[in-house]
């Protein structure tokens, strides 16, 4: 009798929103993430065996959990039926805005793949996390795309899907600052505009397209004067305590830009260099403790690797 | 006695409103253009002697007319107290979205910039031109940027102004048709929305910046399936006949993508050679006809040269 085929799989954290990015555009970050086992079963369907580090917060059944669903839509795609058992050792904390939920989706997308030899492509299964993500918040594919394939991610459409992996200028780092406070997605989202003005949509997206341009010329300036975002973190501002101090902070440190990482409570701040991205931590981190936050801090170079086989 | 200095530029027509890029992204055309001439005169400020070739429709005056505005604004940022008088040759047709009120403000701008010994650089003429356009047709650069650089250009910002030109992929040309049927600047203005929902600017948004992401990364796909304008040109197909076959016939034909330049009733089509773009004018032209109208052509690479001494 051989031993149970098995894979193991670890997605990064990610930053979604990023800048004039909303639900568009995302990155990878390195040293922090979900790991997700997959196993055949003789069973079909998808069924989670156990969850580690998530204090039980998370949904066991398969259908509503981002895990589960990915792996069933990841099955269903290529047409495998038979089963899976699941085990997820959460290493992202929930409603952080470190794209957890889309960590645990492409650890589990990926390991079942690689666990029936991989019929799919990595772009392949930003589908099924994507779907896996629309259950639990919202539709939006920049953390998906950015946890399965890596680096800066652009994310054109999510129907039909549509995502172009960006260029990323030599040095570029992030530090992302997590303070103790809960933001849920759902209040995150209701927080936002039905609709903006037009002169604010001219704005934006030429921010977002001096972005993407700077990106690939290595323009630092031109980042760090496309990078703000002027529509969402003003909206989502007043949900985490200390938001518009701590984003101060990092531009006062020296980053290029600064604002809220997907839908916080997390910030990130966008710098040039490792070491300008530890400075702006250190600064972010202070300003949270001013407002009475303790908070924990990731420093990630912008071209970190995606999903992983471990 | 010596003969007055005098000094004669031309400026190119332009497409502004580029797609996805409404009031950011611009392009200047080869082949047509407005001729500026000016001449330092003993008295202070600038005089319009004589217009050109637009049926007597632009005013005289100097503070209403944008060559006029774009002269003075040019000589007070350089400093000059010196007076000028400027001949305006119109090549344009007006209110054709061809960006006629650019052109003869560019051309006039950089004409007396060079009457002085050129103290100002051709970027440094974007916000004198910019003063010109807001007085008559809105404050938007897309046009004057393009006129006076050449090429493709974002306009990140108006205020401050912060242009960047894009990387042209080799061959990428336009088709414009200009069909006999005015509209004027400020209606087409007047049925744009106020707002927009939130998903819309996030569609259009992506959109912008992928088409960035393609001009310097050459990939003709991306380009194609980013250029569409889901947000303008459908609010003012209603004022321009045919309007939506004439679109339909430049795809059809093979182009890249087709929307409404600058504000009607001109059609652009983006195409990948002169070759496709010789075709999607004729289908253009075609589809104009059969809506009763008579239309004229322009056919130019979008890495046309800005404005010039000639």
Same mark, same amino acid.
């Given at each position: 009798m051989t031993a149970p085929r098995e894979v193991r799989a670890s997605a990064p954290a990610t930053v979604a929103n990023l800048g004039p990015g909303f639900d568009v555009l995302g990155v990878a970050l390195a040293g922090a993430g979900d790991v997700v086992t997959a196993r055949a079963t003789s069973e079909t369907g998808v069924r989670i065996v156990r969850i580690e580090g998530d204090d039980g917060a998370l949904p066991r059944e398969s259908s509503r959990n981002t895990a589960g669903i990915a792996a069933e839509r990841t099955l269903a795609l290529a047409g495998i039926d038979s089963g899976v058992e699941l085990e997820l050792q959460k290493g992202l904390p929930l409603g952080s805005g470190l794209g957890s939920s889309a960590a645990s989706a492409a650890a589990a997308?990926?390991?079942?793949?690689?666990?029936?030899?991989?019929?799919? %492509?990595?772009?392949? /299964?930003?589908?099924?996390? !994507?779907?896996?993500?629309?259950?639990?918040?919202?539709?939006?594919?920049?953390?998906v795309a950015a946890a399965l394939l890596g680096g800066l991610?652009?994310?054109? %459409?999510?129907?039909? /899907?549509?995502?172009?992996? !960006?260029?990323?200028?030599?040095?570029?780092?992030?530090?992302?600052?997590?303070?103790?406070?809960?933001?849920?997605?759902?209040?995150?989202?209701?927080?936002l505009p039905a609709s903006i003005p037009l002169d604010a949509h001219v704005r934006a997206s030429a921010d977002l397209a001096a972005l993407v341009g700077a990106c690939h010329s290595g323009d630092w300036a031109l980042l760090a004067r496309a990078i703000g975002d002027d529509l969402v973190t003003p909206a989502r501002a007043s949900l985490i305590p200390g938001c518009l101090d701590v984003i101060r902070a990092a531009l006062d440190a020296g980053a290029l830009g600064s604002a809220i990482s997907g839908s916080g409570p997390s910030i990130f701040a966008l710098c040039r260099s490792p070491r300008s991205a530890a400075a702006a931590a250190d600064a972010m981190t202070a300003a949270f403790a001013r407002a009475g936050l303790e908070s924990s801090t990731i420093v990630s170079t912008a071209d970190a690797p995606g999903v992983r086989r471990l």
């Open positions: 997308a990926y390991a079942v793949n690689c666990l029936f030899g991989s019929p799919l %492509r990595k772009p392949d /299964l930003i589908g099924p996390c !994507l779907d896996a993500e629309a259950a639990v918040s919202g539709r939006h594919a920049d953390n991610v652009l994310v054109r %459409r999510v129907d039909p /899907l549509d995502v172009v992996r !960006l260029p990323v200028p030599e040095g570029l780092t992030l530090a992302v600052v997590t303070p103790k406070h809960a933001v849920s997605t759902r209040e995150a989202r209701a927080v």
